[in-house]
C-alpha cells in the first residue's frame, strides 16, 4: 500500500522567505510522486511530478522538489515566497495505482 | 482542450432528494477518477473506471452512492437519497491508463445538503 504524509497542516512564511513543506512517502515499490496546488474555489493543478531519472525536479512558479530515497522524502521549495504563492498543496504518490493524497498543508504567505 | 469539465459548480439540495454530479474526461484519457474532499478527510478516493469499467469502488460510502460512465468521455455520480453528511466538494480526474502519468482535475462541485 502507498501512503503519503505531509508534515503541517498549516504554515506560515513571510513574503520573500524561503517555503519548505514537508512530504513524506510510504511505498513498498520505487513511487511516482507530485505535488498539486489547489488555489480557493478551484481544483487541483500539478506543480510537478517525479518518475524517473533526476532526482531534483523543476516545476511551475518557481517551485522544486528532491527525490530522497533514503529519506523517503519530496519536499517542496521556493526560495523566494509570493504573495501569489497562498494556497493549498497536497502531496501525492502513485504506481500502478491511483493517486494517493496527504492531508494537504494551507500555506499563508505574510506581506 | 478545455480540460476536465465539471457540472454544476455548485448544487444545494435538501436532504432526501437525489443528485446527480457530471464530468467529461480529456479526450484521448480512458481513466477516470471520482474523489471528494471535505476539511475531516481531506481528498478521498470514490471510484474510479478504466476504459469504462468500474475497477475499484471501494470508497464509495454507502449504497446511496453510484457511479456510470455511459461512454468513454462522459461518467455521472449519483447519490440518492442525498443527506447532510454528503456535503462536500466532489471532483473528478482523468488520465492515460497505466502510465502512471499525472491526474487532470476538474474545477470540481460543491454540494450543500440542507
Known amino acids: 500500500a502507498q501512503s503519503v504524509t505531509q508534515l503541517g497542516s498549516h504554515v506560515s512564511v513571510s513574503e520573500g522567505a524561503l517555503v519548505l513543506l514537508r512530504c513524506n512517502y510510504s511505498?513498498?515499490?520505487?513511487?511516482?510522486l507530485f505535488w498539486y496546488v489547489q488555489y480557493p474555489n478551484q481544483g487541483l493543478q500539478l506543480l510537478l511530478k517525479?518518475?524517473?531519472?533526476?532526482?531534483l525536479v523543476k516545476g511551475i512558479n518557481g517551485f522544486e522538489a528532491e527525490f530522497k530515497k533514503s529519506e523517503t522524502s519530496f519536499h517542496l521549495t521556493k526560495p523566494s515566497a509570493h504573495m501569489s504563492d497562498a494556497a493549498e498543496y497536497f502531496c501525492?504518490?502513485?504506481?500502478?495505482?491511483?493517486?494517493?493524497f496527504g492531508k494537504g498543508t494551507r500555506l499563508s504567505v505574510i506581506a | 482542450d478545455a480540460g476536465v469539465i465539471q457540472s454544476p459548480r455548485h448544487e444545494v439540495t435538501e436532504m432526501g432528494q437525489e443528485v446527480t454530479l457530471r464530468c467529461k474526461l480529456i479526450?484521448?484519457?480512458?481513466?477516470l477518477f471520482w474523489y471528494r474532499q471535505t476539511m475531516m478527510r481531506g481528498l478521498e478516493l470514490l471510484i474510479y473506471?478504466?476504459?469504462?469499467?468500474?475497477?475499484?469502488d471501494s470508497g464509495m460510502p454507502e449504497d446511496r452512492f453510484s457511479a456510470k460512465m455511459p461512454n468513454a468521455s462522459f461518467s455521472t455520480l449519483k447519490i440518492q437519497p442525498s443527506e447532510p453528511r454528503d456535503s462536500a466538494v466532489y471532483f473528478c480526474?482523468?488520465?492515460?491508463?497505466?502510465?502512471?502519468?499525472?491526474?487532470?482535475f476538474g474545477q470540481g462541485t460543491r454540494l450543500t445538503v440542507v
Open positions: 473506471f478504466n476504459n469504462n469499467v468500474p475497477i475499484d
Open positions: 517525479y518518475t524517473t531519472g533526476a532526482t
Open positions: 511505498s513498498s515499490v520505487p513511487p511516482y
Open positions: 479526450s484521448g484519457h480512458n481513466s
Open positions: 501525492a504518490v502513485r504506481r500502478n495505482t491511483p493517486l494517493v
Open positions: 480526474a482523468s488520465t492515460l491508463q497505466g502510465l502512471n502519468t499525472e491526474a487532470f
